[in-house]
């Protein structure tokens, strides 16, 4: 239930409350700014009402301002108020395991080395979630000879050097490896960076969930590896000729992301530089299936995943 603050009348829904507003003249952002202000942690400065939804998750008003007052403020202060984000996100999204790197970066919270800098580990910060990433402390890559499989439908494969090669038949994703006779656990999915933007739009996404869910099934892990840097995906919208004949905006398809890694236990994504950086850590995951344990982006962004 929700109350009117103006005639104190309740509701079962919030959407009926914001019809309902009409009969006192007022728009949502005035009934809100009047009754239930929010102001800019750093700044002071009221945040502006779009929808409701964002205006609860909303703890500051400008882009960056999150970081400027993480390095103006006492470390307790910014734990209280770390905290209040996070739990904020598990009620308001039923967050339920620890957040990636790339989750991280999307909402333009801080980085898990920050988070670290403030916390120590960001098992600390991440407590009241599952845990879902092992130590990067304990990363290492082995180097092992492997037969490689690249799915017949994968329109510019790469080609790897010194090491077997099959083109075959995958039931989900475009390169898998086998280890001694034994099938690795681990798939990649290769997305350049229009591939990735229509993937994860609202048609196309439909259609990979359920490719998550059979590799889930069959027990792999599947890695999106997109052939351009996590900064460049976020702001994607700003490239003259991607913005051309792209629809979509970051917001939403880093929204699908984000549903993916806490919906689907067994798919991580790895933003990296180029395309040839991409194939030679394509190479590097499929033969270490075990490095599925540490978050991919988090060991990239510390060159832990430097092939050369």
């Not at 880093?254 to 993916?260: K, M, Y």
């Not at 530089?273 to 030679?280: G, I, L, V, W």
């Amino acid at each position: 239930m929700v109350k009117c603050e103006e005639c104190f009348q309740e509701f079962e829904e919030r959407k009926k409350l914001h019809y309902h507003l009409r009969t006192h003249k007022l728009s949502q952002q005035e009934y809100y700014h009047k009754h239930f202000p929010k102001f800019d942690l750093y700044t002071g400065e009221i945040i502006t009402f779009k929808n409701y939804e964002d205006y609860e998750s909303k703890f500051f008003e400008k882009k960056g301002n999150l970081s400027k007052y993480i390095s103006a403020s006492s470390a307790n202060r910014v734990k209280q108020v770390l905290g209040q984000i996070l739990d904020h996100r598990i009620s308001s999204k039923g967050l339920t395991w620890e957040m990636s790197e790339v989750e991280l970066r999307s909402l333009e919270w801080p980085f898990k080395k920050q988070i670290e800098s403030i916390y120590g580990d960001c098992s600390a910060f991440f407590n009241k979630t599952n845990s879902r990433y092992s130590d990067l402390k304990t990363f290492k890559v082995r180097n092992i000879n492997a037969k490689i499989f690249v799915d017949t439908r994968e329109q510019k494969p790469f080609i790897f050097q010194n090491c077997d090669f099959e083109v075959t038949n995958l039931n989900f994703g475009d390169y898998a490896c086998e280890i001694d006779g034994k099938e690795g656990s681990l798939h990649v999915e290769r997305k350049s960076m229009m591939d990735f933007i229509q993937s994860f739009s609202s048609t196309n996404y439909e259609r990979l969930k359920r490719e998550f869910q059979r590799a889930e099934i069959c027990g792999k892990n599947i890695v999106i590896l997109v052939e351009k840097d996590l900064g460049s995906m976020l702001g994607f919208d700003r490239m003259p000729r991607i913005k051309k004949f792209v629809r979509a905006s970051p917001q939403h398809i880093f929204h699908n992301v984000r549903e993916a890694y806490q919906s689907f236990r067994n798919v991580q994504f790895l933003f990296v530089k180029n395309r040839e950086e991409a194939k030679s850590i394509c190479k590097l995951l499929l033969t270490n299936d075990h490095l599925f344990e540490y978050d991919l982006q988090y060991a990239y962004n510390l060159k832990k995943l430097n092939v050369g």
